[in-house]
């Protein structure tokens, strides 16, 4: 692991630099024809001059076939506008260093943000509150999660296009043998965390341990960490968005239990792994479960539908202060030093029509979360029972910052890894109390009390 701060009880002032580059300082970070009626309302457009460039950053896709939807759209809407379309996709902790690059000495026109982003980048980034508010009341509201993190304050700097998803893949035959009731549906399983462990436990005796990245990685580092955090009572900060709320007795002994938990179910290597070392574990039978988006699924229906007939899912298990999900908003944003900012618009107006989202979305088969209302009925998500866990995620999420505002401060918590890295360190040196004691500390820097 980095190094980190030492420390201390003085208040450290966070300058707009840090904030910038937040993400850098905690990151290891459709046939012609078909298109035809889009490609005429395209052509309505204003003309934009002749040789008009647009550059788009995204993280990288792990539903390979939709980012090539992707850039098929984007060339499409080119051609048809006399625009030259670029699209770069990055691995996910390469990302908001280039966002934070391209924030300051330009770059790219149109970028994708996760969650907190828009905060951190909040005086760079262009007004889209027309296009989201169009998008969001077409398709009957937005869901909650969306709603409570894609504006920062009232303006809307970015349109919610949803979250990727995640609950735990398991081996179905490998939980009966661990003696899991209802294995062969895991629609039919809620467990708690213990139960989970407990599972793990005879998985890992058999020969087939659990598997969690706790690296450096945006996705299923925090998307596990956070959610068992909460479950266990801590948080944090309090609703007041200042009193830290990290360092309770029952995250403590949550803490404690986890650490036994990775010893006794775990692959204990996960501590250096990022997002793609589950799915390859996973993929080749090193391991019996891992929270992960439903990529893993997808890719194994592919290419080991042996696996992928012995796979289920389950939502993430609940502690004692309940069930939760870390989702934030992740949406595209146009930078302020673009020089093409009204085609960067014109095409972020005519991608969020119907057809342009829809086709993407479904195009992943359940891997984006929907970020409003329509798609939670959407056919997609009745195709396949094994995916059903995934359509309830919304109604469990929370976002980053929790229990207080999704603000710049719980965004540069979360690229600086704190709460990840509390988890690291308590299962690398075995000590709960002082693993979140550093964490507390480390937060306390960051919230200023």
């Not at 398709?139 to 735990?168: A, I, Q, T």
């Not at 999900?325 to 005519?350: C, G, H, Q």
Request: aromatic share 14%.
């Amino acid at each position: 692991m980095k190094s980190h701060p030492k420390k201390g009880k003085e208040r450290v002032k966070l300058s707009r630099r840090d904030f910038l580059m937040a993400g850098a300082a905690g990151l290891g970070v459709a046939a012609m024809g078909g298109l035809l009626p889009d490609m005429l309302l395209a052509a309505k457009a204003p003309a934009f001059k002749k040789g008009t460039k647009l550059s788009i950053l995204q993280g990288s896709y792990f539903i390979a076939p939709s980012q090539d939807l992707y850039k098929r759209q984007a060339q499409e809407w080119g051609e048809a506008n006399g625009v030259e379309m670029s699209c770069d996709f990055l691995n996910w902790p390469d990302l908001q260093p280039k966002i934070a690059a391209s924030v300051q000495a330009g770059g790219y026109d149109i970028v994708e943000l996760w969650g907190g982003w828009n905060y951190l980048y909040k005086d760079n980034l262009v007004e889209l509150g027309d296009i989201a508010e169009a998008f969001g009341k077409r398709n009957g509201g937005w869901e909650r999660y969306v709603e409570l993190s894609y504006k920062v304050g009232n303006r809307c700097l970015g349109v919610p296009h949803g979250y990727s998803n995640g609950s735990m893949a398991y081996r179905i035959s490998w939980f009966k043998e661990a003696g899991c009731p209802n294995a062969e549906d895991g629609n039919k399983i809620d467990l708690t965390w213990d139960e989970y462990f407990a599972i793990g436990k005879k998985c890992k005796a058999n020969g087939h341990p659990f598997g969690q990245a706790l690296g450096h990685s945006t996705g299923d580092p925090p998307g596990y960490c956070y959610p068992y955090m909460w479950a266990h009572g801590a948080m944090e900060v309090e609703k007041d968005g200042k009193t830290i709320a990290f360092n309770k007795p029952q995250f403590v002994e949550g803490m404690r239990k986890f650490i036994e938990g990775w010893k006794d179910a775990y692959d204990e290597t996960g501590t250096s792994w990022d997002d793609s070392n589950n799915n390859r574990a996973y993929l080749s039978g090193q391991i019996s479960s891992t929270f992960n988006g439903s990529s893993i699924y997808f890719t194994a229906k592919k290419n080991q539908p042996e696996i992928a007939a012995d796979t289920h899912h389950i939502l993430i298990p609940k502690g004692p202060a309940g069930r939760f999900y870390w989702l934030d908003t992740r949406t595209f944003a146009i930078l302020k030093n673009s020089k093409n900012v009204p085609a960067a618009k014109e095409y972020l107006k005519w991608w969020f029509e119907d057809k342009q989202f829809g086709d993407w979305w479904r195009s992943q088969e359940g891997y984006m979360l929907q970020p409003v209302k329509k798609y939670y009925t959407d056919p997609v998500w009745f195709k396949d029972p094994k995916m059903a866990p995934f359509r309830e995620q919304p109604k469990y999420g929370q976002n980053m910052g929790f229990a207080g505002p999704p603000n710049e401060k719980a965004a540069m918590a979360w690229s600086k890894y704190i709460v990840v890295d509390t988890f690291a360190k308590a299962v690398q040196g075995g000590d709960a109390k002082q693993a979140i004691e550093w964490g507390a500390e480390q937060l306390k820097r960051i919230y200023g009390r």
